[in-house]
């Protein structure tokens, strides 16, 4: 079972400033890799697949990037819609398991 | 507009059974692959069980495998979780989502709580 791994766990930012978040996998995923956000009391919806193609309706202030065990999603100037948790996840693998990281919080400052 | 509806949720006991539901609309249920994620309460995402299209190929995480089945019914576009043996760690929001390992929508949830 591949482990992803995101750092850092809490990330506090004001408004306006730029978020970078990372996670990492414990052997190659390609680039077979997505990112959701989690706002308190919603279901998580897709931001990001295939490392750095945005899904249907998401700003373009959203963009991922990496390859292989490295990658980021980059929020430039954080709205207040997006303080909320952020969780990558690897689709690499058949058959499943297909894993998430522990998630990172963006949080006001 | 894609909407997934998830119900069945409710208080168990460990050793009971519970079957949850995904109600399934604005898209072609059929032509989809469909999963099952949970959350226990502050904890992160966990990937449950997938079916393929036409229901003949599904896996399951190791943590379930053995106690969940999961199935669909294409023509009423609808999705099941059967859950036996449940145990305390399998408290949990359920959500349904559209997708393999890609998953493009996700319905709202539905809460499995396990205790005695």
């Known amino acids: 079972e591949i482990e992803m791994t995101q750092s850092p766990v809490t990330l506090s930012l004001s408004p306006g400033e730029r978020a970078t978040l990372s996670c990492r996998a414990s052997q190659s995923v390609s680039r077979s890799l997505a990112w959701y956000q989690q706002r308190p009391g919603q279901a998580p919806r897709l931001l990001i697949y295939a490392s750095s193609t945005r899904a249907t309706g998401i700003p373009a202030r959203f963009s991922g990037a990496g390859s292989g065990t490295e990658f980021t999603l980059t929020i430039t100037s954080l709205q207040s819609e997006d303080f909320a948790v952020y969780y990558c996840q690897q689709y690499n693998t058949w058959p499943p398991p297909w894993t998430f990281g522990q998630g990172t919080k963006v949080e006001i400052k | 507009q894609v909407l997934l509806v998830e119900s069945g949720g409710g208080l168990v006991k460990p050793g009971g059974s519970l079957r949850l539901s995904c109600a399934a609309s604005g898209f072609s249920f059929s032509d989809d692959f469909m999963s099952w994620i949970r959350q226990a309460p502050g904890k992160g995402l966990e990937w449950v069980s997938y079916?393929?299209?036409?229901?003949?190929?599904?896996h399951y995480a190791d943590s379930v495998w053995g106690r969940f089945t999961m199935s669909r019914d294409n023509a009423k576009s609808s999705l099941h979780l059967q859950m036996n043996s449940l145990r305390v760690d399998d408290t949990a929001v359920y959500y349904c989502?559209?997708?393999?390992?890609?998953?493009?929508?996700w319905g709202q949830g539905t809460v499995v709580t396990v205790s005695s």
């Open positions: 989502a559209r997708g393999e390992g890609l998953l493009a929508s």
């Open positions: 079916i393929s299209r036409s229901g003949n190929s599904i």
